[in-house]
């Protein structure tokens, strides 16, 4: 069975400072996807990163960056110099690489506090 | 363009009425799922549409939950005889073609049953 882990319930930082979302994951699959979302306030989830377990390069995205690492199978999020409007509940997630149906798992969330 | 919409935004009822949630994806999307978010969790999958054809509805949690989506569009999540465990937010989900391509979420249905 699939599985994530966000064990960061809560952080908070103060604006301008860096910080790290964890997120590690369970899965049999050889191929899978995984994904983060941000859920600000208005309840919506948006997508920020999908990324397939073939490829292991780090990604960035302005201030944003991904860091996927299969041999301890993690796959943690940066947010380079925190802003206010980051304050949201951040959530890993994990799916099958099936034709269709991949339904999505998600961790518990991280909800990030950036102060100002 | 639109995304995802769901209808109502808030929906409160009484224990034991029974409620309607619409979603409407996005155009053209083939896939469609239901999750379910209780409150500081994550979201939870309930059941999955290709189309019109409902191919995965393992995470209803009981038959009281029961979802359609007829003419491979707009999809209706129905609870029946509500309890006060189905209080949570009901998400709508879309995706184009999988595995390509991601799912896009709607706003949601917060049901509160009193």
């Known amino acids: 069975a699939q599985k994530v882990t966000q064990a960061q319930t809560e952080i908070s930082v103060v604006e301008k400072e860096d910080v790290t979302l964890d997120c590690v994951y369970e899965t049999r699959d050889t191929t899978y996807y995984l994904f983060w979302y941000k859920q600000p306030p208005s309840g919506e989830l948006v997508f920020l990163i999908r990324?397939?377990?073939?490829?292991?390069q780090n990604e960035i995205s302005g201030r944003y960056s991904w860091n996927f690492q299969k041999s301890t199978s993690s796959f943690n999020f940066t947010i380079t110099a925190s802003q206010v409007v980051d304050s949201a509940v951040y959530f890993c997630?994990?799916?099958?690489?099936?034709?269709?149906?991949?339904?999505?798992?998600f961790g518990a969330g991280t909800i990030l506090r950036v102060k100002s | 363009g639109a995304g995802v919409s769901q209808s109502p935004r808030y929906k409160v009822a009484k224990r034991g009425q029974d409620v309607a949630l619409r979603c409407d994806p996005i155009?053209?999307?083939?896939?469609l799922f239901w999750y379910q978010q209780a409150l500081g969790q994550g979201p939870e999958f309930l059941t999955y549409?290709?189309?019109?054809?409902?191919?995965?509805k393992s995470g209803l949690p009981s038959d009281r939950f029961f979802a359609e989506r007829p003419e491979g569009s707009v999809s209706t999540l129905k609870i029946q005889r509500t309890q006060q465990e189905d209080s949570a937010v009901y998400l709508c989900?879309?995706?184009?073609?999988?595995?390509?391509?991601?799912?896009?979420f709607g706003p949601g249905t917060r049901l509160t049953v009193t």
């Open positions: 155009s053209g999307h083939v896939s």
């Open positions: 997630a994990l799916s099958e690489a099936k034709e269709y149906g991949n339904k999505l798992v």
């Open positions: 990324r397939n377990s073939f490829d292991e």
């Open positions: 549409f290709q189309n019109e054809a409902q191919l995965d």
């Open positions: 989900a879309s995706s184009f073609k999988e595995p390509s391509y991601e799912q896009y």
